[in-house]
């Protein structure tokens, strides 16, 4: 069973940066895909980015194109979601998922693990 631990949430301004960061444990990290989703309060998850296995293919939810970037360290077993030009409706608790294929997807159902999430929370 595959074990996903989120961490670099926290408080910024509005046009500030963040580093997420998800580190997997029991699994085959270097073989899934992974994603980020997101979800605010009062509203659904939604899809953020993903990457294949390999880190040559990227996703992105058009709300988040050109500011946001999806990488990943497979030596390390961990996917980073560097955030800029942070906007208040980026706030959301943001969650690592792994899919167990090489190729990513934008769906969550796609997905079939999933970390406890992070929160972000971005002032104006």
């Known amino acids: 069973q595959v074990q996903l631990v989120e961490s670099g949430g926290g408080l910024v301004q509005a046009g500030g940066s963040l580093r997420l960061s998800c580190a997997a444990s029991g699994g085959t990290f270097s073989s899934a895909a992974m994603g980020w989703f997101r979800q605010a309060p009062g509203k659904e998850r939604e899809f953020v980015a993903s990457?294949?296995?390999?880190?040559?293919?990227?996703l992105y939810a058009d709300s988040v194109k050109g500011r946001f970037t999806i990488s990943r360290d497979n030596a390390k077993n961990t996917v980073y979601l560097q955030m800029n030009a942070l906007k208040p409706e980026d706030t959301a608790v943001y969650y690592c998922?792994?899919?167990?294929?090489?190729?990513?997807?934008?769906?969550?159902?796609?997905?079939?693990?999933w970390g406890q999430g992070t929160q972000v929370i971005v002032s104006s």
């Open positions: 998922a792994e899919r167990r294929v090489v190729v990513t997807s934008r769906k969550a159902a796609d997905f079939g693990s």
């Open positions: 990457i294949s296995a390999e880190g040559a293919y990227r």
